[in-house]
């Protein structure tokens, strides 16, 4: 049984400078505490914020982006008062609204007290997390809870990725864990719409759709609804959720597809997908050391005590009254006098910067201020210690000196849920300034990564000797893993390597499962496209009970990505019965094209932007980043840019001809005169590694359009940065 995550967020000024006076927030953790409902439920997070519409903002969106929960409750702030934002703060962050479940709430309310049509509740979801607002008191806290539990535990599934199988068993509809139940009773339904006839269409909750289907016939069904007795879905249905899209790879080779089949969708619906479909995996606890790197805090961090715990100098020097003006002194150490003793009216201690400051001294000469006067000698005369020195300033009472607690004051935040810990060591020097050694973090994703194909070998192995082998390779060394395996460690992610899979169904399935058992998401180069061999789509439906949510993106290089879910079985452990249950994950995969560029642009547009929220990173910090570039042709002495090609550079005064589809230009980025500035590194062929080699962005190039069929001289475009920028 799945135990969705709540969090809750009282919103109210009072409350928040007094916790104590806080009511409704206990009150919901008390409704959630019985009737078995912790069972379905788990609190995970209790916060109160003022009636500040920023604060309220950055913390829903913060725990709606991060995965932490799948149902945010917030209580307080909903009514007319000049202090009430809560609406305001979080409408602007929905990306559905949820219509019924507010009329829900009100038609509710109502029916207790006509002062309820005051409230102004918002729900909806931001991204696969559910919000919805609750008024101030108490007593409408439980009225409103107790309206939207018979449903609420439908909705969060399905917004999850759930198939809702226990309402449709409730209601008489056939579980869907059976594949090929479901298989059969929707080529019945699409049977039955071709037909005519008006035969229940029933599409599954989880799989997606294009915004508008491009491929004609039966790749575009006609809109229907289906009704769980008052609660209604309607869904836009295309072929691939009624019946496999893919070639029969039994069948013979003359009976593929000719055209694809899979409708083409743009980027940012294949963007859209991806996000809605990844999930944020668990929470893990890391040392705070080297390997902490790429990963997400997925905790607020707070000082456990002051730094300093107490006084310290913050420069090399002795440490002294500030009424001890300029005059000889004799120099003494902690090694030979404690710091808790005052010291000797003629003495001041040797300090070093950080060290901290001996009792009844207020201020601290740096040692620049001083003259040395004698030494201390051995039994042979050598110079061992300084005996006393001469200083030569007044200091005033706190010079020199840090108070305890000046950097940071215990109880203080210093690290914030959802920030990104970089390499560039500032976050982890904070953890470490603190004393934290270890620290929860959203866990990074595993990576399986295989390559297809019979007519490519591993570069470790021997050319064959055997002509009959000869024959069928064609020279091509397997490019795509080694690329693709460097990037992903590069950037701090742990691979299994599965190799090559060899083009049968059944090498197929083996590689795929055991990727699978092995990590969180896989990764594929090759036998996405329109090949008699090109088998991942087959046996994602047929073999494996996948879902392929898209087959082609409208990109170039690109065009037959795939993204797929797949299910695996996962066990759960169930606290409060301690028995193991078995339940249903769905682990992502991406079946990128066999050519080497195409596999690397593909692998930075859509794969590491995946891996990114799985990962726990905000949702704004998924995709690479993205700058304005100069794409200029004129020749260099007009304060200009040449292209490189290939092995000469070639003075372009001609446009550069733009594409159908957008176009992701492989470029060397260089920081010039102009500004940012963007070099091409030759020949775009999808098959050209080349041109990958040393380049550090995309020029993202818009799609040829009526009356633009290309790119202006001097043009400023977006380019997404790969790479490190050069001089």
Not at 263 to 278: D, V, W
Not at 417 to 427: L, N, P, Q, S, V
Not at 587 to 607: D, H, R
Not at 680 to 709: F, M
């Amino acid at each position: 049984m799945t135990r969705f995550r709540v969090a809750i967020l009282t919103v109210s000024d009072t409350a928040a400078k007094d916790s104590s006076l806080d009511k409704s927030g206990p009150a919901i953790q008390e409704i959630f505490s019985t009737d078995g409902r912790d069972n379905a439920f788990e609190i995970v997070k209790i916060t109160i914020v003022p009636d500040d519409e920023n604060a309220i903002s950055q913390w829903v969106k913060s725990m709606s982006e991060t995965g932490t929960c799948d149902w945010i409750l917030t209580t307080g702030g909903t009514g007319f008062s000049t202090r009430d934002r809560t609406p305001e703060a979080i409408a602007r962050l929905i990306d559905r609204p949820a219509p019924g479940l507010i009329h829900l709430l009100m038609s509710t309310s109502i029916q207790y007290t006509p002062l309820a049509a005051l409230s102004r509740p918002v729900a909806g979801t931001i991204g696969n997390t559910l919000v919805t607002t609750l008024p101030g008191s108490p007593k409408a806290v439980r009225e409103n809870l107790g309206a939207l539990f018979p449903v609420i535990e439908h909705a969060l599934d399905l917004i999850i990725g759930g198939s809702g199988n226990a309402v449709h068993k409730s209601l008489g509809v056939d579980e869907r864990a059976p594949a090929q139940t479901l298989l059969t009773r929707a080529e019945s339904n699409w049977d039955a719409s071709v037909n005519g006839t008006n035969a229940p269409v029933h599409v599954r909750h989880h799989l997606d759709e294009p915004a508008t289907p491009t491929a004609p016939g039966p790749a575009t069904v006609l809109h229907r609804n289906h009704n769980h007795h008052h609660h209604n879905h309607h869904h836009r249905a295309s072929s691939p959720h009624l019946k496999h899209l893919s070639h029969d790879p039994t069948a013979s080779v003359a009976s593929r597809h000719r055209m694809s089949p899979y409708p083409i969708i743009s980027f940012e619906e294949a963007m859209r997908i991806i996000f809605k479909r990844c999930k944020t995996l668990g929470v893990e606890t890391r040392k705070v050391d080297r390997t902490l790197p790429g990963h997400v805090l997925a905790e607020d961090v707070y000082a456990p005590q002051n730094v300093p715990k107490t006084q310290t100098t913050n420069v090399d020097g002795y440490a002294l009254r500030s009424d001890q003006g300029p005059a000889p002194y004799d120099v003494i150490t902690p090694v030979v006098h404690s710091l808790s003793h005052r010291l000797p009216v003629d003495a001041i201690m040797r300090v070093n910067t950080g060290a901290p400051i001996p009792y009844g001294t207020n201020a601290v000469i740096m040692v620049e201020d001083t003259k040395l006067l004698s030494t201390i000698k051995n039994e042979l005369s050598e110079d061992v210690e300084e005996g006393r020195v001469d200083t030569l300033a007044w200091v005033k009472a706190g010079e020199n000196i840090r108070n305890a607690g000046s950097d940071v004051m215990r109880g203080e935040k210093v690290g914030e849920m959802g920030e990104i810990i970089t390499t560039c060591g500032g976050e982890i020097g904070t953890l470490a300034f603190v004393g934290r050694n270890e620290i929860n973090v959203f866990r990074k994703p595993v990576v399986a990564l295989l390559s297809t194909g019979n007519e490519i070998m591993d570069i470790g192995a021997a050319a064959p000797d055997d002509s009959s082998v000869t024959e069928q390779w064609s020279g091509i060394y397997d490019t795509n893993r080694p690329s693709l395996q460097a990037a992903l460690e590069g950037l701090g992610y742990t691979v299994i390597d599965l190799g090559i899979v060899a083009d049968t169904v059944d090498a197929h399935v083996k590689a795929l499962k055991d990727g699978l058992g092995k990590a969180d998401l896989l990764l594929t180069t090759g036998g996405s496209s329109m090949g008699a061999s090109d088998l991942l789509k087959p046996v994602i439906e047929r073999r494996l009970s996948g879902t392929v949510h898209f087959g082609r993106v409208s990109i170039k290089p690109g065009k037959p990505t795939t993204f797929a879910t797949i299910p695996v079985p996962s066990t759960n452990a169930n606290e409060s019965s301690g028995k193991t249950e078995l339940s249903e994950l769905y682990k992502p995969m991406f079946a990128l094209p066999g050519n080497p560029a195409s596999a690397l642009v593909t692998f930075w547009i859509f794969v590491v932007p995946a891996l990114r929220r799985m990962g726990g990173y905000p949702k704004e910090r998924c995709s690479l980043p993205r700058t304005k570039v100069l794409v200029n042709l004129f020749c260099q002495s007009q304060q200009a840019v040449e292209l490189i090609t290939c092995s000469r550079i070639l003075k372009l005064n001609e446009e550069l001809p733009l594409d159908p589809r957008n176009e992701f230009h492989r470029v060397f980025i260089r920081c010039t005169s102009d500004g940012l500035t963007a070099f091409s590194t030759g020949g775009q062929r999808s098959s050209r590694v080349a041109s990958l080699a040393g380049a550090n962005g995309l020029v993202v190039l818009p799609k040829k359009e009526e009356g633009r069929t290309s790119l202006e001289k001097g043009t400023y475009a977006d380019a997404v940065v790969i790479g490190e920028l050069h001089m």
